[in-house]
């Protein structure tokens, strides 16, 4: 059986219209991208035995949740069949099969929202996969960051305010708490007064609090204090400096990205690593 | 068709073998919980119109996923039928159906560990669940912290160095590289000097780049610095703040657990909280 797959012109410059991708893709003519049909005899035997591996469903299909490399947020969910598994191991774009079209399709192919895969992970049943990815911009169709924003104790709360809302991890759910708070000032909204209001509309404050914070968390080690202390401390010092991000508008999802370029590797890169300590690290 | 929902026992104290749940559960008596099949001619009807919302395949079940509602981490992928949703929804514990068994199952009700949900996501095709949740501990039967420990690239590295690696997010891919080189300092394995290996070692070297860090984020603030640069000293910060979080062994998931229950609310509560914020947030 063939396989779809998108070729990487990786020679080609990037004009002024088109969007260069960096890690893991380096150069990558979205424009342009090309499917061609390769025949599965060419396929790496390596990938072979890897594809024979996976328990496909009768349909030959498994479940592909792809999630973002850096917030952890789950993207959307699909189906792979062999050929959608593999172009997504060669071409590094989360690639899925539709059911109802019976045919592969690439996330972003008509957006040019690509999820650019990191990492692939396989779970413990060999039939659910995970295409660990950076989105190059919002993954659902309908324009939110994510597919999953019903919540199902919203929609069963007696409330007449019912408002769609992001499945957000606790980090993104303070920092979206945050952003109301913000919010509420720009738009003058009444409210009850809340500490991040008052830290938000003072920045000597604001600073004053994430340098004492920042000390407190020093002092748990250099005191030895018991371990929840540190994990309090570490909480203060995270809110506070997170308040500081939102004033200047910048997301931890930022603060991430800056960090995975620091310090992550690809699978491969990460192997090496551990046989040659990197110096950075 | 009935269904099988677990009773909770808000009455019973717990003893000194039993382990309590603290939110959203409360107290729940692991142990003498209660198999019952509840009619669902009893269902609130809001409940049977959310059920009956749900595209279910022609099997009628859709997918399943559950995520670590702190780390974001996804800890397994199952699937729900009408049932196992109903009992998730009243029971907050993630409960799935058993394709092999054709049985409604609660992961944990062998195990203990239990995935405690604090939200449901349903996606926009209404085919796909998020069970947000907080997990009571390892969520694998192999006893892995989740089911995908498999990477595809080192499946297809000719290295013969092959180990299970979790599928870990930026933040955590970080913590574990830190984890690593505090394990290369304590089993006194050669490897080449890093930075992180000479915070471990240099309690006064790490303070004061802790505190030093910290001003210099908030230095971007104050001087008007561009976002990229906050981005950046934030980044610096987080990972000095990590170091000595590994020195204390404290891990991100505690941090943010405190976060969560300072900050963070149910659907309910977030929703009230929108009609008078509290005065906390």
Redesign the interface.
């Known amino acids: 059986m063939a396989a779809v797959a998108f070729v990487r012109l990786s020679s080609l410059s990037c004009g002024v219209g088109d969007r260069c991708l960096s890690s893991p893709t380096k150069h990558w003519s979205q424009k342009r991208c090309l499917k061609i049909r390769a025949s599965s005899s060419n396929l ?1 035997p ?2 072979q035995t ?1 594809l024979d591996s996976v328990k496909w469903d009768s349909k030959g299909l498994a ?1 592909a ?1 792809a ?8 993207l ?2 699909g189906f792979a069949n062999r050929e959608a ?1 593999e172009v997504t ?1 060669s071409s590094r774009k989360a690639t899925f099969y539709s059911r109802s079209r019976s045919s592969l399709w690439t996330k972003g192919e008509t957006s040019m929202n690509f999820i650019n895969v990191h ?8 039939d ?1 996969i ?1 295409y ?1 990815g950076e989105p190059d911009g919002p993954t ?3 324009g ?1 960051q994510t ?11 007696d ?1 007449e ?1 019912k408002q769609d ?1 992001l ?1 957000l ?3 993104y ?2 920092e979206n ?1 945050i952003s ?2 913000k919010h ?1 000032i720009d738009s003058m909204e009444n ?6 209001k008052k830290l938000l509309l003072d ?1 000597e404050l ?2 004053s609090k ?2 004492e ?3 407190e ?2 002092q ?3 005191d030895n204090e018991d ?1 929840s202390r ?3 401390e ?2 203060d ?3 506070h ?1 997170m308040v ?2 939102k ?4 997301k931890m999802e ?7 370029k ?3 590797k ?3 890169e ?2 090496n690593s ?8």
């Not at 597919?147 to 709360?157: A, F, I, K, M, P």
């Not at 930022?254 to 995975?260: I, K, W």
Request: charged share 25%; hydrophobic share 40%; with cysteine.
């Open positions: 790496d390596k990938v890897l479940v949740i999630q973002n490399v850096d917030t952890g947020a789950i959307m969910q598994l191991i990492d692939i992970f396989l779970d413990c049943d060999r659910s995970i660990l659902c169709h309908t939110a597919c999953y924003y019903s919540s199902v104790y919203d929609l069963l709360d409330s305010f809302r499945a991890t606790t980090l759910s303070l708490t109301l708070r509420e409210g009850k007064p809340s500490w991040t920045k604001l600073c994430v340098r914070e920042s000390g968390l020093v748990t080690l250099l371990k540190t994990a309090s570490m909480a010092l995270l809110y400096a500081l991000l004033l200047k508008d910048v930022d603060v991430l990205e800056v960090l995975r620091r310090f992550s690809s699978g491969v990460e192997k551990r046989k040659s300590s990197l110096k950075q690290s």
